[in-house]
């Protein structure tokens, strides 16, 4: 057939795509063209077998892979069409297309209409972890806990855990059995109540409200198991215990569900994914159809081999075994450093070794994998002595800085003024001269009359007697920028929102203080209105609702952004989904990776080797795997055998430099020899305000300097504000 839609597949992608009726599973290896199969598969039931996209529910774990998704299945659609870089909410709305998305934005989505049902306002308000932690610290604070004794984070952990497996708070305290969890208990059930009190979920109750709305409203389960007869889920291997009886639910009536996945790349069982459930899939369906997609189109045979000779280890598992019609590779360098400076050193020489010589070097092309974040801090100090430009995806993210915190807290009060939490970020920002005393006069006087925070607000006056008129006006005042707000989204899309916020609220100006951090600060708000924009096509009120769920629903993966030319640096959890010319895997030693506490566990022994073999694929041509005779890693020198992993490759797959002289290794890269014992120490005593050059960046002012690391905003826009080491970084005062 020389349809577009068959074009190009192998023959098991082919199997992939038209075996479309019934239950399916799809084991596809890694780099195997499984979104192909998926989008062409879709493509194909909406264009052959004449099924409305309406009755199509696409599911994967990140919103970018659903945005190539969507974009991908409209190109197969409508081939003359023009697609967009973006496929934003207005260009969706001229196609008929299928729901694709994650589990946590198809449920937001599908809750906006039912949620009403269940006691709550459609337009409730997605809370993250900030947010979340804040609702638990006021909770502990009210029953008299002390968090030195109480970790909030590990309370919210335990919460989590239970509503993922469907635990709700009434039936938490059968199972609290100790002095934590009874305390976990305690705050659930109340934490639950506030929740609903302030119009909010968190990110596991999107979920469980879900499987709660379906399993208690079964006319409205039967509504959807209609409308979606057609059901895809990518990185089955991944979901955890809701979203698998999400899933099972939707799909009881019409049973014409693919899942696609390998639990060769299942690695996040500690977030609660539980493989077996993709290992389970012929069991739960016994009409299943398998299809093993086992070509790879990534990389070398080399890789390959290796990666499944690591692999080929563990127990649980589908067997397969990925092939590659590419000859030849370079061999596996498995390099000895003899600490973690050394190992930095190793890989900076490297790349700088492999760029040499190109008018534009693509450093884009490097990735350096790690098994903890606190190995990237030497990574991170070698790279700037060396003038290696980098990002580390983890690190602080672009919606948890403050000023964007801030001003989404003031978004969210303006659609949704029961949420209190975020009322209470923004309520003296900038200062109302509304402290702590004011704000627990107007929680008591709520609770007292059964009122929300913001009824009382909106009659304040009824607490004349209670708080000085000054308080009373600063309130009022508060509650008319609030108000204003609320008419701004009656009238504008969610940029216009934003910039009249800014300004009725005081925040422009509050940032722009003079100082060079108050104008990046700025900068990175006028970023938002910037996203904020790609919703200006939808209606007022809808597109600032819209624009809150798609911020609350971002996650890591989707801030990775193309066309920036640095070397990443990111854990080997955050690498599932992604590939790189060349990959570093630091740290394969044993008690670093394996990591020490999965040493005397098969179970986790196992997710550790599925790691591996996630970073290894990650490579397309290159690969390097190094450990260190001694490393420095949370405040004790550890000397660590290598891994065992390495002890799984055949010789014959790699070349090592454990013959060569440490001298020669050394100075075999570069013609800059740095050293790496005594480090120079080129600006010792910088203060913020200071005028800096840089060899590499230019002309910069200090904006910040803590911890003997200074924060420099650069001349050159190119390079913007970056974080240097005092003493590594080539930089003096001008």
């Known amino acids: 057939m020389d349809d577009l839609i068959f074009k190009n597949l192998n023959e098991k992608q082919h199997e992939a795509v038209t075996t479309t009726d019934g239950p399916v599973l799809i084991i596809a290896g890694a780099g195997s063209g499984k979104t192909r199969a998926l989008t062409h598969r879709i493509a194909h039931?909406?264009?052959?077998?004449?099924?409305?996209?309406?009755?199509?529910?696409?599911?994967?774990?990140t919103n970018k892979a659903a945005n190539e998704m969507l974009k991908r299945v409209f190109k197969l659609l409508h081939p003359e069409a023009v697609v967009p870089a973006k496929v934003d909410a207005t260009f969706l709305r001229q196609y008929d297309l299928p729901l694709m998305g994650t589990f946590h934005s198809i449920c937001a989505r599908i809750l906006r209409k039912e949620a009403h049902v269940m006691g709550y306002e459609n337009n409730f308000t997605i809370y993250d972890t900030t947010d979340c932690e804040a609702l638990v610290k006021q909770i502990m604070k009210e029953l008299g806990f002390d968090p030195a004794k109480v970790n909030p984070k590990a309370i919210l952990s335990h919460i989590s855990g239970a509503k993922n497996e469907l635990i709700e708070a009434s039936d938490f305290s059968d199972r609290a059995h100790n002095f934590f969890t009874?305390?976990?208990?305690?705050?659930?059930?109340?934490?639950?109540?506030?929740?609903?009190?302030?119009?909010?979920?968190?990110?596991?109750?999107l979920l469980m409200q879900m499987v709660l709305l379906f399993k208690n409203f079964p006319e409205v389960l039967a509504k959807y198991q209609e409308r979606f007869k057609y059901i895809l889920v990518d990185e089955y291997q991944d979901t955890n215990h809701s979203q698998y009886m999400l899933v099972k639910m939707l799909a009881a009536k019409y049973k014409n569900i693919c899942v696609v996945g390998d639990s060769d790349q299942s690695i996040y069982?500690?977030?609660?994914?539980?493989?077996q459930n993709i290992l389970d899939f012929e069991k739960d369906y016994p009409a299943a159809k398998v299809i093993l997609l086992?070509?790879?189109?990534?990389?070398?045979?080399?890789?390959?081999?290796?990666?499944?000779?690591?692999?080929?280890?563990?127990?649980?598992?589908?067997e397969k075994k990925m092939w590659t019609t590419r000859e030849g590779g370079e061999k596996i360098r498995v390099w000895r450093a003899r600490d973690e400076k050394d190992e930095s050193e190793l890989v900076a020489r490297e790349i700088e070794n492999r760029i040499r010589g190109y008018e534009h070097p693509e450093y884009n092309d490097f990735v350096v994998l790690y098994r903890t974040n606190a190995q990237s801090r030497v990574l991170?100090?070698?790279?700037?002595?060396?003038?290696?430009?980098?990002?580390?995806?983890?690190?602080?993210?672009?919606?948890?800085?403050?000023?964007?915190?801030?001003?989404?807290?003031?978004?969210?009060?303006?659609?949704?003024?029961?949420?209190?939490?975020?009322?209470?970020r923004i309520i003296n920002i900038p200062v109302r001269n509304l402290g702590e005393k004011t704000i627990q006069t107007i929680q008591e006087y709520a609770a007292r009359h059964q009122m929300s925070f913001w009824d009382v607000i909106e009659n304040i006056d009824e607490l004349a007697e209670e708080l000085p008129d000054a308080k009373i006006n600063s309130l009022k005042k508060f509650a008319k920028i609030i108000r204003d707000g609320q008419d701004s989204a009656l009238k504008y899309p969610a940029s216009g929102v934003i910039k009249d916020v800014l300004m009725a609220s005081g925040y422009k100006d509050f940032l722009l203080d003079g100082s060079e951090e108050g104008q990046i600060r700025y900068e990175n708000v006028l970023e938002i209105i910037s996203v904020a924009t790609k919703y200006d096509g939808l209606e007022p009120g809808v597109s600032l609702a819209t624009f809150l769920e798609e911020v609350a629903l971002i996650s890591d993966l989707d801030s990775i952004e193309e066309g920036h030319n640095?070397?990443?640096?990111?854990?080997?959890?955050?690498?599932?989904?992604?590939?790189?010319?060349?990959?570093?895997?630091c740290g394969v030693e044993d008690g670093v990776f394996p990591h020490s506490r999965s040493m005397l566990d098969p179970q986790e022994m196992e997710e550790e080797r599925r790691l591996m073999y996630v970073g290894m694929t990650r490579a397309i041509d290159d690969l390097y795997l190094l450990h260190a005779g001694q490393r420095m890693l949370y405040g004790d020198f550890k000397s660590n055998s290598p891994s065992q992993f390495l002890m799984d490759i055949p010789e014959g797959l790699m070349e090592t430099n454990y013959g060569e002289p440490r001298v020669q290794r050394m100075n075999a890269f570069g013609e800059r020899p740095i050293p790496v014992e005594a480090e120079e120490s080129f600006v010792v005593d910088l203060e913020t305000g200071d005028?800096?050059?840089?060899?590499?960046?230019?002309?910069?002012?200090?904006?910040?300097?803590?911890?003997?690391?200074?924060?420099?905003?650069?001349?050159?826009r190119k390079y913007g504000v970056k974080k240097l080491a005092i003493n590594v970084a080539p930089m003096e005062r001008i």
């Open 182 to 205: 009874q305390k976990v208990s305690q705050i659930y059930e109340i934490y639950q109540k506030r929740l609903k009190q302030n119009q909010a979920m968190d990110f596991d109750d």
């Open 269 to 275: 069982s500690w977030r609660g994914a539980n493989m």
């Open 380 to 424: 991170e100090e070698v790279f700037m002595r060396y003038g290696i430009p980098y990002r580390i995806v983890g690190g602080l993210k672009f919606y948890q800085r403050k000023e964007i915190k801030d001003l989404v807290a003031y978004l969210r009060v303006v659609n949704n003024p029961n949420d209190t939490v975020s009322m209470l």
């Open 45 to 61: 039931i909406i264009k052959h077998n004449n099924i409305s996209p309406w009755n199509l529910l696409a599911v994967t774990f």
């Open 691 to 716: 005028r800096v050059s840089h060899k590499i960046f230019g002309e910069g002012i200090v904006v910040n300097v803590t911890g003997g690391i200074a924060t420099v905003s650069f001349k050159d």
């Open 566 to 585: 640095v070397v990443t640096l990111m854990t080997l959890h955050s690498a599932k989904g992604l590939e790189f010319p060349c990959v570093f895997i």
């Open 294 to 318: 086992e070509q790879n189109y990534r990389s070398t045979p080399v890789i390959l081999n290796a990666a499944h000779e690591v692999i080929s280890r563990n127990k649980s598992r589908k």
